[in-house]
């Protein structure tokens, strides 16, 4: 028997997330199909973590138990001549007996996009949330820092949620920016126009916010309710040191909406080797 680990990306937005459930269409129902009509096996794939319905994934890791022979270095090849355009398998590789992919992640990143351009990108449209106004990307940063440590994030998590404890350990968080440009085919763009922003939107920004939050582990729809209340902050409907006072209240009700999920991203899973 050898253990088989998975480097997978997908496009969510036709699936019900990542892991199996009654109603079928997910990720790993896909993936399972694939090595059945690879392999003849039906295994178990074992996932990094779930992804909600219309998430989509960058670096998901999995692994499955298989009897076949066929070399890992050709698993991905044929996995992908299998599956439908919108999973790709990146890379296949042995992993040791005991690899189990959802236990031994030590970190995981994801990803919020905020396209706070007037005007939307057609062509990421699956991908990033369309904000029309441009936000105090500033004060957003300044909220962020609040979620860094180990703490109890009871009020960013949905009330669904079925873990023990909601302690978890916020590594790193940051907001990167790509800025509009100021030309688009080939005339001026007047919507991006900085003197025209800073006059109607005085200490905000137009761009695609980059919301990239690394932690130990993460809870049901945690990081799409960072993201709605940092979009509330950024707006100036709660001011930057209100992150400290929601996370303080361990209540749901105290924090913003939650994002929508064609935003996020699952960015990076990393393991101690």
Request: aromatic share 10%.
């Amino acid at each position: 028997m050898r253990n088989i680990g998975l480097l997978i990306s997908y496009d969510g937005t036709d699936y019900f997330g990542f892991q199996s459930q009654p109603g079928g269409n997910t990720i790993q129902d896909k993936l399972e199909d694939a090595i059945f009509a690879l392999s003849g096996e039906r295994v178990k794939l074992i996932g990094s973590g779930r992804t909600d319905a219309g998430v989509h994934a960058r670096g998901q890791v999995a692994n499955f138990c298989t009897e076949s022979s066929i070399p890992a270095e050709r698993w991905a090849i044929a996995l992908n001549s299998r599956l439908p355009g919108d999973i790709v398998v990146q890379s296949a590789f042995d992993v040791p007996d005991h690899f189990h992919s959802r236990r031994g992640a030590v970190r995981k990143t994801y990803r919020y996009s905020i396209n706070c351009n007037r005007i939307p990108d057609l062509f990421r449209r699956r991908y990033e949330f369309h904000h029309p106004a441009p936000l105090n990307l500033e004060a957003m940063r300044s909220g962020l820092v609040h979620l860094l440590g180990e703490n109890d994030f009871s009020s960013f998590t949905s009330p669904l949620s079925t873990k023990p404890s909601h302690v978890r350990t916020v590594l790193e968080a940051r907001i990167e920016v790509e800025k509009p440009a100021q030309i688009e085919f080939g005339v001026p763009n007047a919507y991006h126009s900085a003197a025209w922003d800073g006059a109607k939107y005085p200490g905000k920004e137009r761009g695609v916010a980059h919301l990239y939050i690394t932690g130990n582990g993460f809870l049901y729809n945690m990081v799409r309710i960072i993201a709605g209340t940092l979009i509330q902050v950024g707006e100036g409907k709660r001011q930057p040191e209100d992150i400290a006072t929601i996370l303080a209240a361990c209540d749901r009700a105290k924090a913003g909406p939650t994002a929508m999920p064609h935003g996020l991203t699952l960015w990076e899973v990393a393991y101690d080797s």
